[in-house]
């Protein structure tokens, strides 16, 4: 867990309420992260706010505006946003308790942990999040996070509660605007049936551990070999797709799947037929 919470404040259901940390349930320290240098001196570069008109900026000068229409900007000061004050900003509030279903996914955005903040606040915690857990449904509040406020689903795991930020309807795009452009085809349906077993071959349990990043795990591999002098061979193009027919292509991956699942029962029935023949033959023979 992170040493510092990304906020602090209080969970409350109705009259009951307790202190709470919220802390990202995800870290992007595993990402292999490029600095950019100097070619020829190797040191660092550095970004310097700089004014089309008069050059270098000094931060302190520096404003935030929002622009309102091309080239015309309204000027906010960090004193001003400050006293833009919500009442949701120390204490996240159960408001709903809604079927998980309910929540598009497009809407599920980070999650995050949230236990209680201090041993005081064991108990309150622990009958909040019993009641959520025996309700069988998820919790929807408020809070004010990073000057923005936010929609948080929580639901109880383990001895704590998880908590997503769910996206606000602005931020949520209509899918009509994209999947309204796909003509409405109905596919024929000896091929939708052989696409479905091929679906049954490839079924299995969800494991983390094999959707590894491959990007990343190259980039490392090549820091690594350049790390030791070596040099790196050019990777070949990826081959365009072949244009072949639609059917064909669905038995032959039908085909495919088979063969990966019944190799290795075939090749041991094969091994238990052929042991017991060649022994006791040996044996007589001599």
Same mark, same amino acid.
């Given at each position: 867990?992170?040493?510092?919470?990304?906020?602090?404040?209080?969970?409350?259901?109705?009259?009951?309420?307790?202190?709470?940390?919220?802390?990202?349930?995800?870290?992007?320290?595993?990402?292999?992260?490029?600095?950019?240098?100097?070619?020829?001196?190797?040191?660092?570069?550095?970004?310097?706010?700089?004014?089309?008109?008069?050059?270098?900026?000094?931060?302190?000068?520096?404003?935030?505006?929002?622009?309102?229409?091309?080239?015309?900007?309204?000027?906010?000061?960090?004193?001003?946003?400050?006293?833009?004050?919500?009442?949701?900003?120390?204490?996240?509030?159960?408001?709903?308790?809604?079927?998980?279903?309910?929540?598009?996914?497009?809407?599920?955005?980070?999650?995050?942990?949230?236990?209680?903040?201090?041993?005081?606040?064991?108990?309150?915690?622990?009958?909040?999040?019993?009641?959520?857990?025996?309700?069988?449904?998820?919790? #929807?509040?408020?809070?004010?996070?990073?000057? +923005? $406020?936010?929609?948080? /689903?929580? &639901?109880?795991? %383990? @001895?704590?509660? #998880?908590?997503?930020?769910?996206?606000?309807? +602005? $931020?949520?795009?209509? /899918?009509? &605007?994209?999947? %309204? @452009?796909?003509?409405?085809?109905?596919?024929?349906?000896?091929?939708? $049936?052989?696409?479905?077993?091929?679906?049954?071959?490839?079924?299995?349990?969800?494991?983390?551990?094999?959707?590894?990043?491959?990007?990343?795990?190259?980039?490392?591999?090549?820091?690594?070999?350049?790390?030791?002098?070596?040099?790196?061979?050019?990777?070949?193009?990826?081959?365009?797709?072949?244009?072949?027919?639609?059917?064909?292509?669905?038995?032959?991956?039908?085909?495919?799947?088979?063969?990966?699942?019944?190799?290795?029962?075939?090749?041991?029935?094969?091994?238990?037929?052929?042991?017991?023949?060649?022994?006791?033959?040996?044996?007589?023979?001599?």
């Amino acid at each position: 867990m992170a040493t510092r919470p990304t906020w602090q404040g209080y969970l409350r259901l109705s009259l009951v309420s307790c202190p709470v940390a919220l802390y990202t349930a995800t870290a992007r320290s595993g990402d292999v992260h490029f600095n950019m240098l100097h070619k020829e001196t190797m040191n660092r570069i550095k970004m310097i706010p700089t004014d089309p008109e008069t050059g270098p900026v000094d931060r302190a000068d520096i404003v935030k505006g929002f622009e309102i229409s091309k080239g015309h900007y309204v000027v906010v000061t960090d004193e001003e946003i400050k006293n833009v004050r919500l009442e949701t900003t120390r204490t996240l509030d159960i408001e709903r308790f809604v079927d998980e279903d309910d929540i598009d996914r497009l809407y599920w955005n980070a999650p995050y942990f949230l236990p209680p903040d201090g041993d005081m606040a064991v108990e309150a915690f622990a009958v909040i999040r019993e009641s959520m857990e025996r309700a069988g449904k998820v919790a #929807l509040g408020r809070l004010v996070m990073h000057q +923005r $406020e936010r929609l948080m /689903a929580l &639901e109880p795991r %383990d @001895r704590g509660i #998880l908590a997503y930020t769910i996206r606000s309807n +602005r $931020e949520v795009k209509d /899918a009509k &605007e994209v999947f %309204d @452009r796909i003509p409405n085809e109905k596919p024929p349906a000896a091929m939708v $049936e052989i696409a479905e077993k091929i679906i049954g071959q490839l079924e299995g349990p969800f494991d983390p551990s094999k959707f590894n990043d491959r990007y990343e795990d190259a980039l490392r591999d090549l820091i690594r070999q350049k790390e030791k002098g070596h040099g790196v061979e050019k990777v070949e193009e990826p081959k365009e797709a072949e244009v072949i027919d639609l059917m064909e292509a669905l038995k032959r991956s039908l085909g495919q799947g088979g063969e990966r699942r019944k190799t290795p029962a075939r090749k041991a029935a094969t091994a238990k037929k052929k042991a017991p023949a060649k022994k006791p033959a040996a044996r007589k023979r001599a």
